[in-house]
């Protein structure tokens, strides 16, 4: 019997019902036909935060970062590459915290890079700090363990 999760699509908002297995298979939004999954992390902003991050069955590692972060920049390509080889397992999603204060205040940030880890829209991780690619795939098989 074949599982679904519920994925929103990171272009419209809309709910799509994916079978688990055709995860994998480049799947496309039923509303406005664009592929849920593009192999890099989603911009989030409050317009969209919560149809993406707040709902669905995925996992969410959202990456709380600012343009003029020396650490945010240099952690911005492990980031681009973990979306590449973890979707679609989990979904990656950065917040530019100086164009969207108000989410970096809705989630107390008071440091960046800062990471949150979501499932259903509530943090159940989260982590200070940039990482290099084996400590952010070790911080992310204790949050998702």
């Known amino acids: 019997m074949s599982t679904t999760l519920d994925v929103p699509c990171p272009h419209c908002g809309a709910l799509n019902r994916v079978p688990s297995e055709r995860l994998g298979e480049a799947p ?3 509303r406005c036909k664009q592929h849920l999954f593009e ?3 989603v911009t989030l902003t409050t317009a969209n935060f919560d149809a993406i991050a707040g709902r669905g069955d995925l996992p969410v590692v959202v990456d709380f970062w600012a343009p003029w972060c020396g650490p945010c920049r240099g952690f911005a390509p492990v980031f681009s590459d973990a979306a590449r080889s973890l979707e679609p397992q989990l979904r990656l999603a950065k917040v530019d915290t100086e164009a969207q204060p ?8 008071r440091s960046i890079p800062t990471l949150l880890v979501l499932r259903g829209g509530r ?3 989260r982590q200070a700090g940039a990482l290099n690619p ?3 795939r070790q911080f992310l098989a204790g949050a998702l363990a």
């Open 28 to 30: 496309v939004c039923g």
């Open 39 to 41: 192999g890099a992390p």
């Open 102 to 109: 108000a989410l970096a205040q809705r989630f107390g940030i």
């Open 123 to 125: 943090e159940i991780a």
């Open 134 to 136: 084996a400590q952010l």
